[in-house]
């Protein structure tokens, strides 16, 4: 079984702690050398960023709360929760906990989910990962496809059994899931599932869209996981997950960098908006910085296409303003 407590943070190349080490046994080792080395060692450029990110008046979960309670005057409703995560992968520090350890729907956030319970019978070599699979997967997690997501569900044996090997083998990180359901195939999931050459005969269709649950710190700790590369065949989950294609995080967002890369997957339907992703954020030093979002907000009752475009608008201004915190602290782009 995976296990997360160790940090993370020496996995990333924004960490500095080792440079920080490597500079302090240097300067004492410099004590005792001889004079013209000591003056080489002397007249070398200073690092171009502290060892330590610069502090921060208010902490980042204070601001969101602020901006939080905005929201709910002038546009949230009643029945609506919402639920964030922010996690620093660089100083391995929770920054932001907000009703993260709840459940919620998971829409199509959790088809990382069904990509990893699959890698990880590949890895048992109990089963394999074929180009026909590979190409289910990138359409899973780039177009969204739920025929390809039913498919690959259906191969593992269906929900329960992907709920199984979640809850078994990575037990750490999945502690608030519960997959018990398909997602639900309409005549137009079919007809496109068949235009990309995917297989649609015999795919099972589910009966709920809003039977699946996951908490944002499931989501948090399977990204920690993905990044820190503890997941079986992480590298491929995180290169599908950074396909190019439309999110909350990054994509149109007022203050971050076009080019940023991000590993994301985002959720729709009636009920919930939510996205998740790792922010691979770029400093002035031109060193990488990344960070965990999690934002989802779920209503209890169903909504049209348009309260999923304004509650997509308010997760794009909630990464708005943790970019900027995130800004000022590593002094990004």
Known sequence: MVDLEQETASHNPGYDRRSFLTISA?????????RRIYARQRNRQPQTRPTQPRQVTESLDQKLQMHLRVLRQKKLKA?????????????????VSIKDSEQ??????????????????????????SQEVKYAMEMMLQKSDNVATNWVMQLLGGPSQVDKILKTQYGSIFQNIDI??????TLKNKIVAKSRGLKVEGVPSGRS??????????????????????????????RM??????????WDVEG????????????????????????????NDGKFYPYIFIAIIEKQTPNGLLWTWNRGSLIR??????????KGVYNLK
């Open 241 to 250: 997950m950074s396909l190019p294609k439309k999110n909350r995080t990054v």
């Open 26 to 34: 240097g300067t004492l080792a410099g004590l005792a050398l001889p």
């Open 180 to 185: 018990n359901d398909y997602i639900p195939l």
């Open 79 to 95: 029945d609506e929760n919402v639920a964030l995560s922010v996690y620093d992968l660089v100083s391995g520090q929770k920054l």
């Open 209 to 238: 869209y809003y039977s699946n649950l996951a908490s944002a710190l499931d989501y948090q700790r399977f990204l920690q996981g993905l990044w820190s590369e503890k997941l079986p065949y992480s590298r491929e989950l995180k």
């Open 317 to 326: 201004g909630i990464s708005s303003k943790v970019y900027q915190h995130m």
């Open 104 to 129: 919620v729907q998971a829409a199509s956030m959790i088809k990382p989910f069904v990509v990893l319970a699959y890698f990880n019978k590949v890895e048992k070599r109990e089963l394999q990962y």
């Open 256 to 283: 971050i960098p076009k080019n940023t890369k991000i590993y994301s997957r985002t959720g729709t339907s009636g009920r919930v908006a939510g996205d998740m992703a790792i922010v691979e954020s770029q400093g």
